[in-house]
């Protein structure tokens, strides 16, 4: 710092006592004095660097700069009331990773972990042409990147060439609390174009079950977080064959996505923390049960046409949004998703048609 140059203060209450080896400080001990500090700038700087240092130690020890409980959802209906729960051996068969699959409480609850052995996974009973399809979910605390859960539907195993499926996939992160939520689907086989839509949870999902929703059926495609819809995808004629049309199976896993699912694969999972365990319980599965003789035939035996009370995924309250529920999804989509593929004009020089009529 140059010897001539100074700054002015005022000091009101309180003496600072010139160090006697500091010759560039000279304080009266007057404290209604004004003082001449040419070291002034120096120590604001010093003082800065040290309240923002203290700040970080701060965020780090108390865990706040991690995305938290920031906003309270807006105030919804809760379609998950409208049905009752089931139980996991009366819904689910194990898919794979059966060792690290545990069935609790007179089978309501299930712990599925995934490890530097195998992941996890179950698969309904039941395929559906459509249905009302929740888990309340308790995802790994720690450190996750890389790890993947997902709640899905799907006809892969049926329909290998042009499969459809309905994903709810939340991605683990290096940091302890920020979950990403990823939906997507696909249709008559239509891999080649994701159409992924992306949120940061308005709470932290490691504390407590939250339920996780997928609405499928002649009218749209519904995502729900605790009730609260994040996304819509209408059956119009701009999507056309790419909406889900064939008996589908309902699956929860938990899996290693190291190659994509943290910052594109930049974080794979690091297996010193497994296992990494996720509760379900809340299951529910109400919708048309195909016929399993039939399983590959993608006609329908159901009622998709119009609106009818008697097929219960299909009336009004499950046909359209409600006023409640169109102002609670555009809060969701304002405050909380951070990327959909409508807004990548880098990823889809031409974006798909739907992305137009909507």
């Known amino acids: ?38 070291s002034f700038t120096s120590m604001a700087k010093f003082h800065l660097k040290l309240c923002f240092s203290a700040l970080i130690l701060f965020c780090l020890t108390a865990d706040v700069c991690s995305r938290g409980p920031v906003y309270k959802p807006p105030s919804v209906e809760r379609l998950t009331d409208r049905f009752s729960p089931s139980t996991v051996d009366k819904s689910y068969d194990v898919a794979f990773g059966a060792s690290n699959i545990h069935v609790t409480n ?5 712990a599925l972990s995934l490890d530097k052995s195998s992941g996890s996974g179950l698969v309904s009973k039941n395929k559906y042409y459509y249905g009302f399809f929740n888990a309340a979910m308790k995802l790994p605390a720690g450190f996750t990147s890389g790890v993947v859960v997902a709640f899905y ?41 994701g159409r992924e839509e992306k949120f940061y949870l308005w709470f932290d999902p490691t504390q407590d ?15 729900l977080v605790d009730n609260v819809p994040v996304r819509q995808v209408a059956h119009t004629p701009a999507i056309g064959s790419v909406y889900p049309s064939k008996p589908m199976s309902v699956y929860t896993t938990i899996w290693d996505g190291s190659k994509w699912a943290t910052h594109g694969g930049k974080y794979a999972v690091d297996y010193k923390y497994a296992p990494f365990v996720t509760m379900m319980r809340g299951i529910e599965m109400e919708g048309c049960v195909s016929d399993r003789r039939n399983a590959t035939d993608s ?17 009004e309250p499950f046909s359209q949004l409600s006023r409640q529920q169109s102002g609670a999804m555009a809060w969701a989509r304002r405050k909380h998703m951070f990327y959909s593929y409508c807004q990548d004009k880098i990823r889809y020089k031409v974006l798909p048609p739907e992305c137009n009529a909507n």
């Open 1 to 38: 710092m140059s010897q001539n140059l100074t700054s002015t203060i005022k000091w009101d209450s309180w003496k600072i006592q010139p160090a006697s080896n500091n010759p560039h400080i000279n304080i009266h001990q007057n404290s209604k004095t004004y003082h001449s500090i040419s």
């Open 106 to 110: 007179n089978g309501t609850t299930a």
């Open 153 to 193: 539907l799907s006809n892969a195993n049926l329909f290998p060439h042009n499969h459809d499926e309905i994903d709810i996939e939340l991605l683990g992160h290096e940091k302890r609390r920020d979950w990403v939520l990823q939906t997507n689907i696909y249709g008559n086989g239509s891999v080649r174009n």
């Open 209 to 223: 079950f939250h339920d996780y929703t997928i609405l499928w059926n002649n009218h749209h495609i519904l995502f």
């Open 299 to 315: 006609s329908s035996p159901c009622s998709r046409s119009g609106i009818s009370s008697l097929d219960p995924v299909e009336g």
